[in-house]
C-alpha cells in the first residue's frame, strides 16, 4: 500500500474510499461525520472489537484501532488526521482551502476550540461515566459544566445572529465533526433512562453555558451525525463496560 500520498487526486475525480469502522465509537463517527458532509461515496468495512483484530486490518492499520481509511490506495489512520485529511483533500464548509484568505486563521480557531474540548472537557465527561454514586455523578457533572463554562462557552465569540455553527457558519466545519461524536453521547447518555451521566447535565448547561448549549442541542439533529447513530445499543453498551470496570475495581 502506497503511503507517500503519489495517489492523492485532490477531489478532480470521485475518490475509492474505504472506511475501516465501528459505528459504536465516537473517534470513528468523527470519519463518518466529515465524509457525510463532504457527499463522498465510500465502501464501509465494520470492524468487530469485541474479538481481536484479524491480521488484514493489522496490516490496515497496526494500532489496531478504528477508524482508518483507505483513500485511492493510500492508508490514513487515526480520527483527527482522517478527518483533517479528508477536509484538506476536498476544501468546503467544513474547512476553506489552506491558502484561501482568512483561512490559516480560521484553521487555527478550529484547532484550538478541538484541542480545547478534548483536553478540558472529554476527561471530564469520562469521569462522569465512571462515576457510579450520586454523589460521585454530581461531582463529575459540576465539573464537566464548570470545564465548558470557563473553557469552551468564551470561544462562541462571532455574532448571536450569525449561522449556528464554528465562526459563525451555517454548516457544520471541522470543529463539529471532530466534536460532534462526543456531544452526542453527552446529551444522549445523559438522558434519564440511562442512568449513565447524571440527567441534571442538560438543564446546567442551558443556565451557565447557553451558547454552547444551543450549538449542541443543533448540532445533535444534523443528519450527518445522527446517520450511524443506534442511542439504545451505545447506551447499553456503555453501561455495561463502566459496570464490568467497576465490579473488576479498574475504575
Ligand atoms: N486515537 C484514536 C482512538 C481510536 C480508538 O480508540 N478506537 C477504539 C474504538 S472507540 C478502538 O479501535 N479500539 C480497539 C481496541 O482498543 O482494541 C483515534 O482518534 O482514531
Redesign the pocket.
Known sequence: MATNGTHVTNGSKEPEIILYT?H?????HRAHIAIKELGLKYEEKI?D?DRP?DPWYLEVNPR????SINYNGDII????VVAQFLADAHPSHLLPASNAEGAALLRARVSFFVDTFVSKVLPQFMAGQRAQTETEKDEATEALVAAVAKEIEPLFTWDKSAGPYFGGNERLTLAEALTGPFVLRLLSLSKPEYELLSPKITTLLEEKTPRFSAWAQKLVQEESVTYIWDEQKVAARTKARFAKLAAEKKL
Not at 489496531?64 to 477508524?67: E, K
Open positions: 465501528n459504536g465509537c465516537p473517534w470513528a470492524i472489537l483484530r489496531g484501532l478504528v477508524p489512520t487515526e480520527s483527527a
